[in-house]
């Protein structure tokens, strides 16, 4: 409780104090970012996120597990994260272009939720946002490696995290072009059936978000990435 007047007014001024929507996400404290994402202070760091975002000069700070967020979103923060879809709703409703912005190798969010594995609540949220505010259909847009959302999606689903270990989201790892030494390593490694890398809830699970990436963007199929490989 404040106790000085100058605290209680900066209380009602910042409900939230100086928390920010980034610092509660990458802590996975859901309920308090999605407090936070239905104020306005939320709206106001959202929308100080997307000029970061968009100034090639931002650089963004190092997270807890190495990767380095320059100029980084909230909704792939959250993809990243593991969020809850009442989580990327939220930012979605707050940020209605969020699904389309691309980060630095060319990924939109549905190309990171597809890398990370998220839920099929999440890919459905991410598409169906898209189609109804009349946005382009990020299922069939390409990454700077030409490689759709169902290129990351097919990766996730034949190779083992524990070979992967998440890098070839940000470019860099087995399924990266040129790093041939690595994919054979993951070629030898994901053809032994016991070493999957999810179990059967989960495979089931990616079945599903297969299928309706296809529905949405069936041209995916079809397309070649850098390396000549389609899906």
């Not at 890098?167 to 790892?173: D, E, H, K, L």
Request: hydrophobic residues 35%; glycine residues 6%.
């Amino acid at each position: 409780e404040p106790k000085t007047k100058l605290d209680r007014l900066r209380s009602n001024l910042l409900p939230f104090g100086r928390k920010s929507i980034s610092s509660l996400i990458k802590k996975h404290k859901w309920n308090k970012a999605l407090q936070l994402l239905n104020s306005k202070q939320g709206r106001q760091q959202i929308s100080k996120n997307r000029q970061q975002q968009e100034d090639p000069t931002f650089v963004g700070p190092n997270d807890d597990d190495g990767y380095f967020y320059a100029g980084l979103s909230l909704l792939t923060l959250a993809i990243l994260h593991n969020a809850p879809v009442d989580i990327i709703n939220a930012i979605l409703r707050q940020d209605h272009l969020a699904t389309v912005i691309v980060g630095q190798f060319g990924m939109s969010p549905l190309h990171v939720a597809c890398a990370c594995g998220s839920s099929f609540e999440v890919i459905k949220a991410l598409t169906q946002h898209d189609r109804e505010n009349g946005l382009p259909n990020t299922a069939i847009v390409v990454d700077k490696c030409r490689r759709t959302p169902l290129h990351h999606l097919m990766h996730h689903l034949c190779f083992p995290k524990s070979v992967d270990k998440g890098r070839a989201i940000f470019g860099s790892g087995p399924f990266s072009s040129g790093n041939s030494a690595a994919s054979s390593s993951v070629a030898s490694f994901g053809s032994i059936p016991n070493r999957m890398s999810m179990n059967q809830d989960e495979l089931e699970e990616c079945m599903i978000t297969l299928r309706c990436l296809a529905q949405v963007g069936p041209k995916a199929i079809f397309c070649r990435d850098i390396d000549g490989r389609c899906p």
